[in-house]
């Protein structure tokens, strides 16, 4: 890619070693504005490891990274500011109702105290959640809950999304829906970096990273990538690579 005003992440001869285990092995890469980045591997490859860094929760041995325009290394505390970040486990809090959740994220991603009832009506109505405003959250479906956490993600409006496995466990009608909500955010200009073991999701990301071992063996559009290894499906493509991994799950 053509290192211009639109990468928002910027990853060069990045590195993170623990003792003698390599768990990411020089790996470079951008991610355009708007861009839906899929980011996959085996349990094993490296990839949560990589996101902690890019996420600025871990401090890369060597190598250097920007996200947003911020050093990962010495402006993790930026970076933090500046993204959203969505796990499979949702991170929300359960005996709370739907709207205090949204307050609750609202004000820990810095939105300006009077703004905040304005996102949560809007926020509401986008989800279609008005009905749903006072019902503990513990009491949604899980679908729901995937939505709603997502949303509280990028309450703040930041650049970029980091979602880890975000749609695990989740029935494939739920799992469609979510990825409606990425694809209208990535419209609205957020850039989504997503990690998924689901490789019918892979299809939908504008270009894909697949690891190994620590290394980016492969990075391009899904339809590049099947026409590179002669595949019909992104999982045949994941299945071809994963197949070179030497080491497990660490």
């Given at each position: 890619?053509?290192?211009?005003?639109?990468?928002?992440?910027?990853?060069?001869n990045l590195t993170k070693r623990f003792g003698t285990f390599t768990a990411v092995d020089?790996?470079?890469?951008?991610?355009?504005?708007?861009?839906?980045f899929g980011f996959l591997g085996a349990n094993g490859a490296g990839k949560t490891t990589?996101?902690?860094?890019?996420?600025?929760?871990?401090?890369?041995?060597?190598?250097?990274?920007?996200?947003?325009?911020?050093?990962?290394?010495?402006?993790?505390?930026?970076?933090?500011?500046?993204?959203?970040?969505?796990?499979?486990?949702?991170?929300?809090?359960?005996?709370?109702?739907?709207?205090?959740?949204?307050?609750?994220?609202?004000?820990?991603?810095?939105?300006?105290?009077?703004?905040?009832?304005?996102?949560?009506?809007?926020?509401?109505?986008?989800?279609?959640?008005?009905?749903?405003?006072?019902?503990?959250?513990?009491?949604?479906?899980?679908?729901?809950?995937?939505?709603?956490?997502?949303?509280?993600?990028?309450?703040?409006?930041?650049?970029?999304?980091?979602?880890?496995?975000?749609?695990?466990?989740?029935?494939?009608?739920?799992?469609?829906?979510f990825w409606e909500l990425i694809y209208k955010a990535a419209a609205e200009g957020i850039?989504?970096?997503?990690?998924?073991?689901?490789?019918?999701?892979?299809?939908?990301?504008?270009?894909?990273?697949?690891?190994?071992?620590?290394?980016?063996?492969?990075?391009?559009?899904?339809?590049?990538?099947?026409?590179?290894?002669?595949?019909?499906?992104?999982?045949?493509?994941?299945?071809?690579?994963?197949?070179?991994?030497?080491?497990?799950?660490?």
């Amino acid at each position: 890619m053509s290192k211009n005003n639109m990468s928002v992440i910027q990853v060069k001869n990045l590195t993170k070693r623990f003792g003698t285990f390599t768990a990411v092995d020089n790996i470079s890469f951008e991610v355009e504005k708007g861009e839906i980045f899929g980011f996959l591997g085996a349990n094993g490859a490296g990839k949560t490891t990589a996101m902690r860094m890019l996420c600025g929760l871990s401090q890369p041995t060597s190598g250097n990274g920007t996200v947003a325009g911020f050093d990962i290394a010495t402006q993790s505390e930026e970076v933090k500011r500046h993204i959203g970040y969505m796990s499979q486990k949702f991170a929300l809090y359960e005996d709370l109702k739907v709207w205090e959740n949204m307050r609750l994220y609202a004000g820990i991603y810095g939105v300006p105290r009077a703004e905040i009832p304005i996102v949560i009506d809007q926020m509401l109505a986008s989800l279609g959640f008005e009905s749903e405003k006072n019902t503990l959250v513990k009491d949604l479906p899980l679908g729901w809950k995937q939505k709603l956490a997502f949303s509280v993600s990028i309450i703040h409006r930041p650049e970029i999304v980091f979602l880890d496995e975000p749609t695990g466990g989740v029935d494939p009608a739920a799992r469609r829906q979510f990825w409606e909500l990425i694809y209208k955010a990535a419209a609205e200009g957020i850039t989504v970096f997503v990690t998924t073991h689901y490789m019918d999701e892979a299809e939908y990301c504008h270009r894909v990273s697949i690891m190994v071992d620590g290394k980016i063996e492969a990075l391009d559009t899904p339809a590049n990538l099947k026409k590179q290894f002669s595949a019909t499906s992104m999982d045949e493509v994941f299945t071809k690579l994963a197949r070179k991994a030497e080491r497990r799950e660490n």
